[in-house]
């Protein structure tokens, strides 16, 4: 089945144009590349440099949202301008540390394609407060079923990273997907709706992504086995297409945790199933300028192998989200195999696996991808076997050296009863990364040793991404905190203060958007929390 998918993108038409694409990219790439050596640093969004597409306005007339108009401009000449260009389909290192896309916001789990951008700051440098609480009391709540048994799930979860964007009316709308099966449009403001929820078939677990280049729609993973694309510019939020888990034959389940990297109208995306996929979206509007999509799936692969199946059985489940770097996408899988594939000739059917390595345990966290292409893999311990003993839980993986990419690798025992590992996608600092792990401790790590510089107690199960935006690194907790640390020596971390948010665990990772903080909670309510106007905590839901 999985071979009639992948033909369907191998039209000789597709080839003309891929050829035309790889001839603009080429010109363009040394006068990117040089361009982003120039302009490294800062907030500044990522454009990409294209002669085909030029300052388009993609809706015309509009209702609920009010247009967007994406431009995307190509700067070759100045060198004074901030905007960073890109050759089309690639992922150059200029964009590590940036947003992404011509939209103004956090589009994303992690923000951008190597997974290193968190938002906008500042983040408070006092301890904040609760700004308000959706719903007001009581909980997003849902009932979900494996195997038989029914668990009620509340709140939102891992690893549930809304987005926040400001709309082209100006509001600043936050996006999330929870455990009441439903994904929430709020004012960032004032917790207000701004849309009708959109309801999916099972509890959101993952994060959404919002169409990076301007388009109105939403995609997001459900526990419902589809994969949904949603069009955000009708009365109400409405599917365009969605993508079923059976398209290929998988394994494991058909949820969709991790969350999709939008690429020039490509879609790359990991599933329960164990499969990737490369999908075209081929967007665009209809006569009335509402928004379609047509898409047309390139590629389906499976992230596991027969011999992986027979050693270790089938859950070779993909949760984590996949990330780009260059013209390579990775991701791991339960299994423990981190995968490259290259997708430079995605566009007519073709990838291939040109980095394979296997940590040993399941890897949910997503891959962190430096300037110099470094992988750092955050590996959990559930299978606890000599392999992930010998190659450690948080790993970099030098992929120029595919036959032994192992640069270091660190330990995480797990203490108090609880297992080690880590579930939490790490921060990428300054020549440190910040991590949090299970047993749940926040450590410091030497980006080039590997060396343990550093590290504090959260608690346990620390299963929120840490967040770093300036000087300030701020880290949600299962003790339903909030703990900011000052960075400015970034080997030293200094606490700078502890917001309590909820009574409940937080699992989900913060969203930061200028001075404001946006978290769902195991209590049932979604926070925003801002520099403080009460010096009351969150209210406790009624029920
Ligand atoms: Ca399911
Ligand atoms: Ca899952
Ligand atoms: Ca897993
Ligand atoms: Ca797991």
């Given at each position: 089945?999985?071979?009639?998918?992948?033909?369907?993108?191998?039209?000789?038409?597709?080839?003309?144009?891929?050829?035309?694409?790889?001839?603009?990219?080429?010109?363009?790439?040394?006068?990117?590349?040089?361009?982003?050596?120039?302009?490294?640093?800062?907030?500044?969004?990522?454009?990409?440099?294209?002669?085909?597409?030029?300052?388009?306005?993609?809706?015309?007339?509009?209702?609920?949202p009010?247009?967007?108009?994406?431009?995307?401009t190509?700067?070759?000449?100045?060198?004074?301008?901030?905007?960073?260009?890109?050759?089309?389909?690639v992922?150059?290192?200029?964009?590590?540390?940036?947003?992404?896309?011509s939209?103004?916001?956090l589009?994303?789990?992690?923000?951008?394609?190597?997974?290193?951008?968190?938002?906008?700051?500042?983040?408070?440098?006092?301890?904040?407060?609760?700004?308000?609480?959706?719903?007001?009391t009581?909980?997003?709540?849902?009932?979900?079923?494996?195997?038989?048994?029914?668990?009620?799930?509340?709140?939102?979860?891992?690893?549930?990273?809304?987005?926040?964007?400001?709309?082209?009316?100006?509001?600043?709308?936050?996006?999330?997907?929870?455990?009441?099966?439903?994904?929430?449009?709020?004012?960032?403001?004032?917790?207000?709706?701004?849309?009708?929820p959109?309801?999916?078939?099972?509890?959101?677990?993952g994060?959404?992504?919002?169409?990076?280049?301007?388009?109105?729609?939403?995609?997001?993973?459900?526990?419902?086995g589809?994969?949904?694309?949603?069009a955000?510019?009708?009365d109400?939020?409405?599917?365009?297409?969605?993508?079923?888990?059976?398209?290929?034959?998988?394994?494991?389940?058909?949820?969709?945790?991790?969350?999709?990297?939008?690429?020039?109208?490509?879609?790359y995306?990991?599933?329960?199933?164990?499969?990737?996929?490369?999908?075209r979206?081929?967007r665009?509007?209809?006569?009335?300028?509402?928004?379609?999509?047509?898409?047309?799936?390139?590629d389906?692969?499976?992230?596991?192998?027969?011999?992986?199946?027979?050693?270790?059985?089938?859950?070779?489940?993909?949760?984590?989200?996949?990330?780009?770097?260059?013209?390579?996408?990775?991701?791991?899988?339960?299994?423990?195999?981190?995968?490259?594939?290259?997708?430079?000739?995605?566009?007519?059917?073709?990838?291939?696996?040109?980095?394979?390595?296997?940590?040993?345990?399941?890897?949910?966290?997503?891959?962190?991808?430096?300037?110099?292409?470094?992988?750092?893999?955050?590996?959990?311990?559930?299978?606890k076997?000599?392999?992930?003993?010998?190659?450690?839980?948080?790993?970099?993986?030098?992929?120029?050296?595919?036959?032994?990419?192992?640069?270091?690798?660190?330990?995480v025992?797990?203490?108090?009863?609880?297992?080690?590992?880590?579930?939490?996608?790490?921060?990428?600092?300054?020549?440190?990364?910040?991590?949090?792990?299970?047993?749940?401790?926040?450590?410091?790590?030497?980006?080039?040793?590997g060396?343990?510089?550093?590290?504090?107690?959260l608690?346990?199960?620390?299963?929120?991404?840490?967040?770093?935006?300036?000087?300030?690194?701020v880290?949600?907790?299962?003790?339903?905190?909030?703990?900011?640390?000052?960075?400015?020596?970034?080997?030293?971390?200094?606490?700078?203060?502890?917001?309590?948010?909820?009574?409940?665990?937080?699992?989900?990772?913060?969203?930061?958007?200028?001075?404001?903080?946006?978290?769902?909670?195991?209590?049932?309510?979604?926070?925003?929390?801002?520099?403080?106007?009460?010096?009351?905590?969150?209210?406790?839901?009624?029920?």
């Open positions: 089945m999985s071979h009639q998918v992948q033909e369907e993108g191998r039209g000789v038409g597709r080839q003309g144009v891929a050829l035309v694409l790889v001839l603009v990219a080429a010109l363009l790439l040394v006068v990117a590349a040089q361009f982003i050596t120039d302009n490294l640093g800062g907030d500044d969004p990522v454009s990409v440099a294209t002669t085909t597409r030029t300052s388009t306005t993609l809706f015309a007339a509009t209702t609920e009010p247009g967007t108009v994406a431009t995307t190509a700067p070759t000449t100045s060198t004074t301008s901030t905007t960073v260009v890109r050759p089309p389909n992922i150059p290192a200029g964009t590590v540390g940036r947003p992404w896309g939209v103004k916001g589009t994303m789990f992690r923000g951008n394609p190597t997974r290193t951008w968190y938002g906008t700051g500042p983040i408070p440098q006092e301890e904040p407060a609760v700004d308000w609480r959706y719903p007001e009581g909980g997003l709540c849902g009932d979900s079923s494996v195997g038989g048994e029914t668990t009620t799930w509340c709140g939102s979860g891992w690893t549930g990273q809304p987005v926040v964007w400001e709309r082209p009316d100006g509001v600043t709308e936050v996006i999330f997907g929870a455990y009441d099966k439903s994904i929430h449009f709020l004012d960032a403001e004032t917790g207000e709706r701004t849309r009708e959109f309801l999916t078939g099972d509890i959101i677990k994060s959404v992504t919002l169409d990076p280049d301007g388009y109105p729609i939403l995609y997001s993973g459900s526990r419902d589809e994969f949904h694309v949603i955000l510019d009708r109400v939020p409405e599917e365009l297409w969605s993508l079923p888990a059976t398209v290929v034959d998988g394994i494991w389940n058909d949820d969709f945790d991790g969350n999709a990297v939008i690429i020039d109208d490509i879609l995306e990991g599933g329960e199933n164990g499969w990737f996929f490369a999908i979206l081929n665009g509007t209809d006569s009335d300028g509402k928004v379609v999509v047509d898409p047309e799936i390139l389906t692969f499976p992230g596991y192998t027969q011999e992986m199946v027979t050693e270790l059985g089938n859950n070779q489940s993909i949760e984590n989200s996949v990330a780009v770097f260059g013209q390579t996408v990775y991701f791991a899988n339960s299994g423990g195999r981190v995968v490259g594939m290259d997708v430079s000739d995605v566009s007519s059917g073709e990838t291939e696996v040109v980095f394979d390595y296997w940590v040993g345990d399941d890897v949910d966290a997503s891959i962190v991808i430096d300037r110099d292409g470094m992988l750092y893999v955050s590996v959990e311990e559930e299978r076997n000599e392999r992930s003993a010998e190659v450690g839980q948080l790993v970099k993986l030098d992929p120029s050296k595919p036959d032994d990419p192992r640069v270091w690798g660190v330990r025992p797990g203490k108090g009863g609880d297992d080690g590992g880590l579930w939490a996608t790490p921060a990428l600092g300054d020549g440190v990364l910040y991590a949090a792990t299970h047993p749940g401790d926040l450590m410091a790590v030497d980006t080039e040793t060396e343990e510089l550093w590290s504090d107690e608690g346990w199960h620390a299963w929120s991404s840490p967040v770093l935006v300036g000087d300030t690194l880290v949600a907790t299962c003790t339903g905190a909030l703990q900011a640390y000052d960075i400015t020596e970034p080997t030293q971390p200094e606490p700078l203060w502890t917001a309590q948010v909820s009574e409940s665990c937080i699992e989900s990772t913060p969203a930061v958007w200028k001075g404001r903080m946006y978290v769902g909670s195991r209590d049932g309510g979604f926070y925003a929390i801002a520099p403080g106007r009460s010096a009351s905590p969150g209210s406790t839901p009624s029920s």
